[in-house]
């Protein structure tokens, strides 16, 4: 279980993320419409459509009265409408979303793991050659932004190998369906993926190592040596479990830079995910689905902090007290 005040800090983060998406556009000079709707959906809206937009978000009422209408539409679901794409914003956020969280659920998931074995394994034979072949590898990767790395993997792997598609989720106008269909999104998705791992791939095995090298030392090893457990058992079951804490906290406060960072990776590889949307409405000036986007990420972010304090007392009963 969580404690309260715990519970109390995610509410209040939630509070100030809605108010500060609502606040950005109002804080903005001019007429508000023009900062929520931007100059050309003014344009093109009738004075009767402009009186009900001036309605419909309560702007010529008090800013609490805003709030509340804005908070009210967000509790059913109204995000607000994209002149650009002539949809509601839920909507079109909703057709590129799952494609990032595929790209991003999925690279997390192996950086994690890789990092927690490669960290174990390297924590367990510290100062071997393999521990500072692993340790000066990794190390350099990090340096590398994912963009960047985004970029080698597709000179080499897309464009000289030709073993990986260019662009794009799907391969246009294949007809694929079934296994086909799922073969051809993993081709797709492959170097994206693969760019995300590689550049988080050092944080979670430079923590898993030094963790691993701290509870070598500790007391209950040395009772689980002298009890004669096997290696393998001394490097996973105990010294291995206990390594995996730190890194289980990380990756919820490291989603952020994750999510970022897919962003900008699906800009190299014009994958259809949040990150080219956000680029396409930053040039239509759609503010509409930037506002969308920030409330999202923001709000996915804080979940998946939240999903972490619930999972950490499972994994460490010893911590329970503190939540």
């Known amino acids: 279980m969580i404690k309260r005040q715990n ?24 007429d508000p419409l023009m900062a929520i709707y931007g100059d050309e959906a003014l344009i093109a809206m009738t004075p ?3 009186a009900h ?13 805003q709030f509340g209408a804005y908070f009210l539409a967000l509790f059913q679901g109204d995000m607000g409408y994209s002149y650009y794409y002539n949809a509601p914003v839920v909507k079109v956020i909703l057709s590129s979303l799952p494609w990032t969280l595929l790209i991003v659920g ?7 793991f890789l990092g927690i074995v490669l960290g174990i394994e390297s924590g367990w034979r510290r100062g071997s050659k393999t521990d500072r072949v692993m340790l000066t590898g990794l190390m350099s990767l990090n340096g590398f932004p994912d963009f960047f790395l985004g970029m080698v993997l597709l ?17 246009p106008y294949s007809g694929l369906s079934g296994l086909p269909l799922v073969l051809d999104v993993l081709k797709h998705m492959a170097l994206p993926v693969a760019a995300l791992t590689l550049a988080h791939l050092a944080v979670s095995y430079l923590l898993t190592r030094n ?28 010294a291995g479990r206990n390594s995996m804490l730190p890194v289980v906290t990380m990756t919820g406060i490291w989603m952020g830079r994750v999510v970022v960072g897919a962003l900008f990776v699906e800009l190299v590889f014009a994958y259809p995910g949040v990150g080219q949307l956000t680029y396409q409405a930053l040039l239509c000036r759609d503010y509409p689905i930037i506002q ?32």
């Open 106 to 112: 999925s690279s997390l998931v192996i950086s994690t």
């Open 53 to 65: 937009l001036v309605e419909r978000f309560a702007l010529d009422k008090p800013l609490w009265e």
């Open 155 to 171: 000179i080499i792997f897309g464009v000289i190998m030709g073993i990986c598609p260019l662009a794009g989720a799907l391969t």
């Open 48 to 50: 009767e459509l402009k």
């Open 211 to 238: 963790t691993m090298i701290s509870v070598l030392k500790a007391p209950f090893m040395l009772t689980a040596q002298a009890k004669g457990l096997s290696q393998n058992a001394l490097k996973y079951r105990h």
């Open 7 to 30: 519970l109390a800090s995610y509410i209040i983060a939630l509070v100030l993320i809605l108010a500060l998406n609502f606040l950005l556009p109002r804080m903005m000079p001019g």
């Open 292 to 323: 969308g986007v920030f409330l999202i990420v923001t709000i996915s972010v804080l979940l998946a902090n939240f999903a972490v304090d619930l999972l950490y007392p499972r994994m460490d009963p010893r911590v329970i007290n503190a939540y």
